[in-house]
């Protein structure tokens, strides 16, 4: 089993050493933030839960909402500006770049923000609203608007996304024509 450490030195090549993890990596400061604002959460402390959540937006630019069910190894790279909402679940081995929102679209009742699958990655900006889920191992590319669901091992892109296929893309990385 990998430790938090190991997942950073994996994802970020800039991660030097332990000691520069625990001082310098806000998705880290959040996430320890994020544990205990969802334990109080979860203990129906709510307020108590809000206090220590709001705190932890204001020490690290990251706002996750103490009953957001996050994870194992959830990897935040520059994480300023990210929201992650009440009823959003984020799966194991997940990365979120800077600007990502998991957020509901104002209209919804119960399960309001979305599902994400394990191993999944979204990039800078992106924005995925709405009670929809993304499959295991999909990805979701820069500033991409995100309103349906995303099936595993896709890709999705564009405002509002689209989906590409595996197999429109070629060993390059790039889309192909269909």
């Known amino acids: 089993m990998s ?5 950073v030195r994996e994802k970020d090549p800039a991660a030097r050493h332990w ?13 320890c933030f994020h544990r205990i604002a969802n334990a109080l959460y979860r203990s129906r402390l709510l307020l108590l839960s809000r206090i220590v959540s709001n705190l932890g937006r ?7 909402h103490p009953g957001a069910v996050i994870g194992k190894r959830l990897f935040i790279d520059h994480g300023m500006g990210i929201v ?3 009823t959003a679940e984020v799966g194991d081995d997940v990365t979120l770049f800077h600007g990502v ?4 679209t104002g209209k919804d009742k119960g399960k309001r923000h979305p599902t994400v699958g394990n191993n999944v990655t979204i990039g800078a900006g992106a924005k995925i609203l709405g009670p929809i889920t993304l499959g ?4 979701v590319g820069a500033n991409a608007v995100v309103v349906k669901d995303v099936p595993e091992k896709c890709t999705a892109v564009g405002i509002p996304a689209r989906i590409i296929q595996p197999e429109s ?5 790039k889309e192909v024509a269909s």
């Not at 001082?23 to 400061?29: K, V």
């Not at 929102?101 to 509901?104: E, F």
């Open 58 to 64: 204001f020490f690290t630019g990251i706002e996750i």
């Open 101 to 104: 929102t998991l957020g509901g």
């Open 84 to 86: 992650i909402g009440e």
């Open 3 to 7: 430790s938090y450490f190991d997942v």
């Open 19 to 31: 000691l520069d993890i625990i001082l310098n990596y806000p998705g880290l400061h959040a996430i």
């Open 169 to 173: 893309i070629n060993n390059t990385g």
């Open 136 to 139: 295991h191992h999909s990805k």
